[in-house]
Each structure stands twice: as structure tokens, then as C-alpha cells.
């Protein structure tokens, strides 16, 4: 089995190249892994297998063309520019998100031969934009308000396009916001809602930007690693010619979050986070999805967190050693 992840410098990437290492692919044993992102990613501690780190920008022609030469059975399509900063650069983000995407298609089709390899695509709930119904189900259509969810729709539609004439076997899945998410936060506009837990976990001061009425849909990092092994090794004639799933997540407001902090960590890890306003991001947020009833993923054996308690232990457990040391 030889897998190629795209964006695998990325925090999900990382965690998925640990699994892919330590636990294979569907039963079977990961034989190489392709590692691809625009900074050299790390090679797995204790992989026996055949590492290839390469350092590459997939929106450049010509770059997905050298990452699939040596035809990967499974594809992960992890990489894009966030929200914030494909808010922020509008070329910048069509360049990596959509022409990026359409490149690694293209690929994949000059291949030919035979070659039909599973392609999963990480795709995001930003695809959806308001007014919303009280929770959206899998029949709702995308009318995206950022350019990050236009361009992610756009690739949602050409990997069935693609999936359809036979090109390759692609899934989507469509990310909870990833939460708590490890490490230095990135230019997402989401990021506050890992910092109001990731910071005072360790006992740093926080700053959240919004009311805490805010409610949003979340994910763990551990389960949107299951969402992509899942994706890749499922049986896809279940889902016909809807190769996008909603993934299962948990529908949550800011002071729910701040509550479970406290039932975890204490008042004392509470009173770090900072009321600080920012219009931009509120007025960002405002237009984002709040809950789902992601029927078809669930029938489908995808997996998630019932609790934010859960969320935040398993931060703990996957990245502070299972202590809080900060209040120990």
C-alpha cells in the first residue's frame, strides 16, 4: 500500500501520517509514504517503510503531475490556505484550494491506464452559508459565503464529476471545525475556539472575539483522523453519485465550551480567557453553520464526539501527556 498525503505538514496531516504508520489502511500494511507540503513534512518515529518527505506548492503546474507518478493507491487531499487568509489573499487561495485541487485531478486522468486510485478530499463545512434551518441535513444545498467555501464547493463538484467518468474512486468529507487544534494557531478565522481552550489548558491567557452565544459545529483532531481512514477504505457504491458526506460533529456554544473548561481545568484555567470584540470575525462567524443531523455519514460507520468534556480530554491525553501540568 503506498499512500500520498498533501498537506501533510499540516496538524491533521501529522496525525494522520502517525496512524497511517503505526496502524495501516484498512488491515493492510502502509508499505510508503508519499509526504507532500509546501515545508519538508517530518517522517513518522518508527515507520519501517519507505518514506518520500517532499517539499512542493500543489498550486504550481506541473506539481501534482510529480506526486502521483508513481500511482499511490490512496490519495489524501489535505492542503489549503484557511478561511482567514483565503479571505484575506483572494488569489492566493483559488490558487492553492481550487486550481491546486484541479491540478491533482488532472493528474490523476493523464495517467490513464488503468490507474484508479481513492482520492479523499478534505473539504469543510464552510461549502454552506446562511440562512440556515435549525439543524442542516444532508440535503441542503451549498450557497458558501467566504471564498475558502467556494472554492472548496468547486472541488467538491469536479471530484464527483471526476468519481463519475471513472477517473478515480473520490471521497469528501465535509470538516466539523477541527477542535482542539495543537500548536501555534494558524490564520483560520475559527482558530479563537481552540485558543479559548488550547491556551488556558496550559495556563496562558486567551482571547475570544465573539458573544459567547456563538454556537458552532466541532470535531476532535482524533476523530476527523477516523473521518479520513474511514473515507478511504469504505465501500463507495453506498454512496452513488454523492460522493460528499456531512461528517458527525458536536453542535456547541462558546459558554458550553467555557463550561466543560471549567468542569475539566477550573476556575482558575476560566479566568484566563479575554473578552476582546473583533467585528470582522463576529460578522464572519455569523454566516457559518451551527448544527447537522449528518445522517448518511453516520449510517456509514463515521464517528465523533458526543461532549465537549471528551474534546478537551482527549486534547490532554494526545498532547499533554494526560496531565495538566499547569495547575498541578
Known sequence: MHALIIGAAGMIGRKLTAALAREGLGGSPVARLTLADVVAPAAPAGFAG?????????????AAARLVADRPDAIFHLAAIVSGEAEDDFDKGYRINLDGTRWLYEAVRAIGGGYRPRVVFASSIAVFGAPFPPRIGDD?????????????AIGELLLNDYSRRGIFDGVGIRLPTICIRPGAPNKAASGFFSGILREPLVGQPAVLPVDEDVRHWHASPRAAVGFLTRAATMDTDALGHR????????SATVAEQIEALRRVAGDRAVALIRREPDAKIAAMVAGWAQDFAPERALSLGFRAESSFDEIIRAHIEDELGGRLEAWE
Open 50 to 62: 519507505r518514506i518520500d518527505p517532499v517539499e512542493i506548492d500543489i498550486g504550481a503546474e506541473g
Open 243 to 250: 460522493r460528499v458526506l456531512n461528517m458527525p460533529g458536536l
Open 140 to 152: 441542503f444545498f451549498t450557497t458558501p459565503r467566504t471564498s475558502y467555501g467556494t472554492q472548496k
